[in-house]
C-alpha cells in the first residue's frame, strides 16, 4: 500500500509542480539535437537508443518493456526493401496475408492483426497509419522498433503481442545526398534519392523518392510504385521546434493470392504459378499522409509535444481468387472481385511531459491526450457462384487464361466511423538508483457505427475502456537489469452481429518478467523474456450467416524470447533472436468450427536467426566485407480451423558482401535463399497460399554527394 500511496501522490502534485517549476526560471532545455550530430553507438546493430516505451530518453537497462531495434545498419547489410525483411531479425515476429503485397501484415507473439485492413503502427511515437496503409517504403525510414507487450496504457487501441514503431529520418542543418540504384532476379528494379540540406539558419527540409518497377517469379506478376516523402523542420527557437511531414505512395500490382494445397497437400503445382486473371489488369493503391509535430520546451523540467494527422487511402481493382477446388483433374472455381475501399483518419495528439522530484523520488510524468476520427468503407462488387456452373474456372495444372471475365454486382457495401477520445497518464517512479516503478493506465472513449447498405442493416454504440498498466525495473549492476509488467490491451472489432449490434472488442491481459545485460565494455547487450498472453472476445465471420460477425472463444499465447547483439572486434558485428511461441485457442465454439487446443494461424512454435557481418579488409576509406543471415522457422497452422493443413517448417541462407569503394560509393551484393529453398512464407487458408521467393541476387549502388 505504500508504494501505491507514493504514486498517487506526484500525480496528484502534478500541477503545482508545474507553477513551481516555471517560477524557479532555471536554464532551460534546447533542441540541438537537429543541429548537433548525436554519438554513434558502440554497437552498430544496436541502433539508437528508443524512447517508444517511456516517451523519455532513457537508459534501455533502466526501462521495463522490451523493445527490438533495427537499426540502420542492419536495413542496410540485410538490404531491406519493405517491414516484411526486417521480421526475421528479431524475436516473436511472423509474417501474415499480405494481401497481394500490398501492405504490411505480421503477428507479435501469435496474435493476428485485423486481416481486412492490416495492422496499425506508430510513426515517431504516434498512432498515425490508421486505416488502410501501403507497404513501408524504406527511403525515409532511419530504424524500426517494435515495443513488445501491450501498449495500451500510453497508445490506446492496438494487439496485446506488441506494436510497431517506425522511426523517419529527419531534416539536418548540413548537406547530405545518397543515390540508390538497384537491381535483381526476375527483372526487379529501384531507385531512391535522398536528400537534405537547409534552407536558411532556422528552416531544413528533406526529401526522399523512390520508384520501383518489378516483376517476379511468379508467372506474370509485376508491381511499380512512386514514393515521395516531403519534410521541413523550422527551428524558430532553441526552445521550439515545428516538424511537417508528409508521404504519397501510388502502388499498381497485379493481385495475387499465391498457390494452393490440394488434399492439405502443398507443392501439387510449382510455386511459380498464377491461379488469378491476367486480364483484370493492375490494382491500384494510393497512399497520402500529412502530419504536424510542435515540440515545444517549457523548461528543464516540462515540454510539450503536440501532432496533427491526415490519412488517407484509396484501393481499387479487380481480382480473380481461387474459390473452390472443384474435382482430381484439377479445376479451380474462382470468384472475381472489384474492390473500391478508402479510408480516411484524423487525429490529434497531445503529451506533457515532466520530471521533477516528489518526497525525493525522482518522478518522470506523461500526460496524453487523443482525439481520432476513423472513416472506413469498403464497397465490394463480385462474381461468385458455387460448383461447375461457374462462368470462372481454371486448371491448376494447364491454366488457360481470359476466357472469361464474368461481370461483377454489389455484395457488401460498409460503412464503419469510429471516433475516439482518450486520456493517459503514466509515471515512473525511481525509489533508488537500481529500483523504479511505471504506474500508468489510459481511459478511451469510443463512438463506433457500422453500416452495410446493400444487406440494409446497420448499429452503432458507445463504449468506454481503462487500459491499466505495471510494471518495475531493477538495475542489478551497470551489466544486469531484471524487469517485470503486468497490463491490458484492447482492439475495436469491426462488424455487426446477427443482432445489428457492433461487436465487442477484443480484451487481452499480458504478464511478462525478462532481464537485459550489456557486457564487455558495452560490446554484447542482450534481452531475455517470459511471456503469459490472454485474450478474449476474437471475432470471426459467423459460419452460420456470413453476413455477420461474432465474437466467440479465447486465446492464449506464452513463450520465451531471446535477442542479443553483439561487436567481439572492430571488424564482427552479430544480431541473434530465437523465440519458443504456445499460442493456441483457450476457448473454442464446435459451431463456429474453432476447437480448443488449435494453434494459432501462421504463428511457429519455433523462430531463430543469426545475422553476421565481417569486415574482411579495410585500407584507409576503402572496406570490403562478407556475411549473411540463417533463418530457421518451424511447422505452423496453415488455416484457422487447425485442421491438419500445416506450412513446412525451413531453414534459409541469405548472403551478403560489400565494397566500399571511398567514402562516397558503395557496392553491395545480396543472395537470398542461396540453396534455392522451397518454403511458403504465410497463408489465410488452403486456398490462399504464399509461396516465399526462390534464390534471388540483388546488386545496390549507393553513392553519397
Not at 481480382?319 to 472443384?326: D, I
Not at 545485460?517 to 558495452?522: A, F, G, P, V
Amino acid at each position: 500500500m505504500k508504494i501505491f500511496s507514493l504514486g498517487v501522490v506526484p500525480l496528484s502534485l502534478l500541477f503545482v509542480s508545474t507553477i513551481s517549476n516555471a517560477q524557479e526560471q532555471s536554464a532551460v532545455e534546447t533542441l540541438s539535437t537537429i543541429k548537433v550530430s548525436s554519438k554513434d553507438t558502440i554497437l552498430p546493430y544496436l541502433g539508437k537508443k528508443s524512447s517508444v516505451a517511456t516517451k523519455f530518453d532513457i537508459d534501455p537497462m533502466k526501462s521495463s518493456q522490451k523493445v527490438d531495434v533495427v537499426s540502420q545498419n542492419v536495413l542496410k547489410d540485410i538490404n531491406a526493401q519493405r517491414i516484411s525483411d526486417t521480421l526475421s531479425v528479431v524475436s516473436g515476429v511472423s509474417a501474415l496475408n499480405p494481401m497481394g503485397g500490398l501492405w504490411d501484415n505480421y503477428s507479435i507473439r501469435g496474435f493476428n492483426t485485423d486481416q481486412t485492413i492490416g495492422a496499425s503502427s506508430l510513426r515517431n511515437g504516434i498512432l498515425s497509419n490508421l486505416g488502410l496503409s501501403a507497404a513501408k517504403d524504406m527511403v525515409n525510414i532511419e530504424q524500426v522498433e517494435f515495443l513488445k507487450g501491450p501498449a495500451a496504457a500510453m497508445y490506446g487501441a492496438g494487439d496485446p503481442g506488441g506494436t510497431l514503431n517506425i522511426i523517419t529520418k529527419k531534416p539536418k542543418f548540413e548537406p547530405e545526398h545518397h543515390l540508390e540504384l538497384r537491381g535483381g532476379s526476375y527483372d526487379q528494379y529501384r531507385a531512391a534519392i535522398d536528400s537534405t540540406n537547409a534552407l536558411t539558419d532556422t528552416i531544413a527540409y528533406r526529401l526522399g523518392v523512390s520508384y520501383e518497377n518489378n516483376h517476379s517469379f511468379r508467372d506474370d506478376v509485376k508491381n511499380n510504385r512512386l514514393f515521395v516523402a516531403p519534410q521541413l523542420t523550422w527551428q524558430p527557437s532553441d526552445q521550439t521546434q515545428i516538424d511537417y511531414d508528409s508521404e504519397y505512395s501510388v502502388t499498381r500490382s497485379l493481385f495475387d493470392r499465391g498457390v494452393l494445397a490440394k488434399n492439405k497437400q502443398l507443392g501439387v503445382i510449382p510455386n511459380s504459378r498464377f491461379l488469378g486473371e491476367k486480364s483484370d489488369g493492375l490494382m491500384n493503391m494510393k497512399d497520402y499522409l500529412q502530419q504536424v509535430r510542435i515540440k515545444q520546451v517549457w523548461n528543464d523540467q516540462w515540454t510539450s509535444q503536440m501532432a496533427l494527422n491526415y490519412k488517407e487511402n484509396d484501393w481499387k481493382g479487380f481480382s480473380s481468387e481461387a474459390y473452390q477446388l472443384l474435382n482430381s483433374q484439377g479445376d479451380l472455381n474462382r470468384e472475381r472481385r472489384y474492390r473500391d475501399y478508402k479510408t480516411t483518419s484524423y487525429l490529434f495528439n497531445h503529451d506533457l511531459l515532466g520530471k521533477f522530484n516528489v518526497l525525493g523520488i525522482p518522478n518522470q510524468v506523461v500526460i496524453g491526450t487523443t482525439a481520432s476520427y476513423l472513416d472506413i468503407v469498403n464497397n465490394l462488387q463480385r462474381y461468385r457462384v458455387k460448383g461447375t456452373n461457374s462462368l470462372d474456372i481454371i486448371n491448376i495444372y494447364n491454366p488457360i487464361y481470359g476466357h472469361a471475365s464474368p461481370a461483377v454486382k454489389p455484395a457488401f457495401s460498409p460503412v464503419e466511423k469510429q471516433t475516439n477520445v482518450g486520456l493517459s497518464v503514466s509515471d515512473m517512479m525511481e525509489f533508488t538508483d537500481q529500483w523504479s516503478v511505471t504506474l500508468g493506465g489510459r481511459f478511451d472513449l469510443y463512438k463506433q457505427s457500422y453500416r452495410e447498405s446493400s444487406q440494409n442493416i446497420s448499429g452503432s454504440r458507445n463504449f468506454n475502456h481503462f487500459s491499466p498498466k505495471f510494471a518495475t525495473n531493477y538495475l542489478i549492476n551497470d551489466q544486469f537489469s531484471i524487469f517485470a509488467g503486468a497490463g491490458q490491451s484492447f482492439h475495436l472489432n469491426s462488424g455487426l452481429n446477427i443482432q445489428n449490434q457492433p461487436l465487442d472488442p477484443e480484451k487481452a491481459w499480458t504478464y511478462e518478467v525478462g532481464f537485459k545485460t550489456k557486457l564487455l565494455e558495452d560490446r554484447l547487450t542482450s534481452s531475455m523474456s517470459v511471456f503469459h498472453v490472454e485474450k478474449e472476445n476474437v471475432a470471426r465471420t459467423d459460419t452460420n450467416n456470413s453476413t455477420y460477425m461474432i465474437t466467440t472463444g479465447e486465446e492464449r499465447s506464452r513463450g520465451i524470447e531471446f535477442d542479443l547483439t553483439a561487436q567481439p572486434t572492430d571488424a564482427l558485428n552479430l544480431k541473434l533472436a530465437y523465440t519458443y511461441i504456445d499460442a493456441s485457442v483457450m476457448k473454442g465454439d464446435v459451431s463456429q468450427g474453432i476447437r480448443q487446443g488449435a494453434r494459432l494461424l501462421n504463428t511457429p512454435k519455433h523462430t531463430a536467426n543469426l545475422l553476421a557481418m565481417y569486415d574482411v579488409w579495410q585500407s584507409g576509406s576503402q572496406k570490403v566485407g562478407l556475411g549473411g543471415n540463417i533463418q530457421y522457422v518451424s511447422a505452423r497452422s496453415g488455416n484457422v480451423a487447425d485442421d491438419g493443413f500445416e506450412l513446412p517448417a525451413y531453414t534459409l541462407v541469405n548472403l551478403n558482401s560489400y565494397y566500399q569503394v571511398n567514402d562516397k560509393l558503395r557496392f553491395q551484393m545480396t543472395l537470398n535463399n542461396a540453396f534455392n529453398t522451397t518454403y511458403y512464407s504465410s497463408s489465410l487458408k488452403d486456398l490462399w497460399v504464399t509461396p516465399g521467393n526462390p534464390r534471388e541476387v540483388f546488386l545496390t549502388m549507393n553513392y553519397q554527394f
